[in-house]
């Protein structure tokens, strides 16, 4: 079963075609990788998921739940880290967490729970506004699992940590399909971590889909095209400018 599912889904601003007939497949239960040079669409794509705009053509499902029929539905399923998340810098990291257990209308023990989860209990008492941008991550993440939600969208959520946050918050994330019978949809630049905790991936590169599978089935597509295909970056990479390469050629 489809967790995430996309119908030539595309995203126009004026002359400019941020998402291009998109069709995603993200199974139930697994993370799945979604990658991708800066501007190729990922965040436009998972904004779309979220409400935060609005598609030009195409449709999406989740949790078999279709945009924009079930839009609040899918928000109240759906945890999420957009970008680089906005907390009140007069509150503690406690207390923001507490504010969206209100509107999520969830009980009190989700907070020490997120909290936990992300390795934050200590510093929950300190304000927003003194966390470090690592820790800013985590409190964002936290947010993206109040309530153990059944699909997470994950937006560069290792940004601004360093080895040791980078490899707690990947054990996590890899852990939380089993733990939580959940589904996750990350994106990153860390390649290497993706690696190690993706079970699929998707790449994207000017808004268009070049690859969706396992790791396995990407590394036999590359070497089938003569690209080199030893390790993840090296795939990628190879792909991008593959892909680059023959759009040029045509202009």
Not at 112 to 139: C, F, I, N, P, W
């Amino acid at each position: 079963m489809n967790m995430i599912e996309t119908h030539n889904l595309t995203k126009v601003y004026g002359d400019f075609k941020a998402v291009s007939k998109l069709n995603l497949h993200v199974k139930k239960g697994t993370v799945y990788g979604f990658l991708g040079p800066n501007g190729a669409g990922k965040s436009t794509t998972m904004k779309m998921f979220l409400g935060l705009t609005v598609p030009t053509r195409g449709s999406f499902t989740i949790n078999g739940m279709s945009y924009p029929k079930d839009r609040r539905e899918i928000l109240r399923q759906t945890g999420s880290f957009i970008e680089s998340p906005a907390f009140y810098g007069n509150l503690s990291g406690e207390e923001n967490l507490d504010l969206i257990r209100r509107i999520l209308r969830l009980p009190r023990s989700t907070v020490e729970d997120a909290l936990e989860l992300v390795g934050l209990t200590e510093h929950k008492k300190r304000l927003a506004k003194k966390y470090s941008l690592g820790m800013k991550q985590r409190l964002g993440l936290a947010g993206a699992l109040m309530g153990r939600p059944p699909i997470l969208v994950l937006d560069e959520p290792t940004n601004g940590l360093d080895p040791v946050g980078i490899h707690e918050i990947r054990t996590l994330i890899r852990s939380l399909p089993q733990k939580f019978d959940c589904t996750v949809l990350v994106s990153s630049h860390l390649l290497a971590e993706i690696e190690l905790m993706a079970d699929e991936v998707g790449i994207l590169n000017h808004g268009k889909l070049l690859f969706e599978g396992s790791l396995d089935a990407l590394r036999k597509s590359a070497a089938s095209c003569g690209l080199e295909a030893d390790n993840l970056e090296d795939t990628f990479l190879n792909l991008i400018e593959e892909d680059n390469r023959r759009r040029s050629e045509k202009k």
